[in-house]
C-alpha cells in the first residue's frame, strides 16, 4: 500500500491554466495578479513557472502579445491618430414618436501626446533627453538652473524668430 504525500491536490490542469495564465499577461496583469485570477498565492505561481516549461511560456507569450500592443498604441499616441465615432440619432416624428434611428459615422483627429512624445524620447535616447538641469552662468555672474525642456522651449522659440 502507498503512502499518502499529504497536502492539498494541485490546482494546476496542464489543458486549461497556461491558456488562462496567457490570457491573463495579455490583460497587461502583474504576475501577482494572474495568480490571483488563478486562485494561487504568488509563491505557488513561481514554483509554476519553474516547474511546468508549458506555464512559464504561456505567461511569457501574453507577456510579449501585450507588450507589443503597448509599444504600438505608445507609439499612436505620441504621433496622434484619427478614430471613426459612430453616433446613433433617434428618429422623431411630428408627435415626438420615434420613427427609427439615423447612425452617422464622422473621423475625429486625436492630436499627439507631448507626454507620450517625452517619455519616449527620454527611454529611447536618454543620452539627449536627460532629467538633468543645465547650469548657465550669466554675464552678472549670477547661476541661473534651467531644465532641458527650458532649454528646448528656448531653441523652439529662436528657431520661430528666424
Known amino acids: 500500500m502507498s503512502k499518502h504525500k499529504g497536502g492539498r491536490r ?5 489543458e486549461e491554466t497556461p491558456k488562462l495564465a496567457e490570457e491573463y499577461a495579455k490583460e ?6 494572474i495568480a490571483k485570477k ?3 498565492n504568488i509563491d505557488t505561481f513561481y514554483t509554476w513557472s519553474k516547474k511546468y516549461t508549458e506555464f512559464s511560456d504561456a505567461v511569457k507569450r501574453g507577456k ?3 507588450n507589443s500592443d503597448l509599444v504600438k498604441h505608445m507609439y ?5 491618430y484619427d478614430v471613426e465615432e459612430e453616433e446613433t440619432t433617434v428618429i422623431l416624428d411630428a408627435n415626438k414618436q420615434p420613427t427609427g434611428f439615423k447612425k452617422t459615422t464622422r473621423k475625429r483627429h486625436i492630436p ?3 507626454t507620450m512624445q517625452i517619455f519616449l524620447a527620454k527611454n529611447r535616447m536618454p543620452e539627449d533627453f536627460r532629467d538633468v538641469n543645465h547650469q548657465r552662468i550669466d554675464v552678472s ?3 541661473n538652473v534651467t531644465t532641458l525642456a527650458d532649454l528646448m522651449m528656448e531653441e523652439y522659440d529662436s528657431q ?3
Open 10 to 14: 494541485s490546482k494546476y490542469n496542464p
Open 28 to 33: 497587461l496583469l502583474t504576475d501577482k495578479l
Open 38 to 40: 488563478l486562485g494561487i
Open 64 to 66: 510579449e502579445a501585450a
Open 76 to 80: 499612436a499616441s505620441a504621433k496622434g
Open 112 to 114: 499627439p501626446s507631448t
Open 141 to 143: 555672474g549670477k547661476l
Open 160 to 162: 520661430e524668430k528666424n
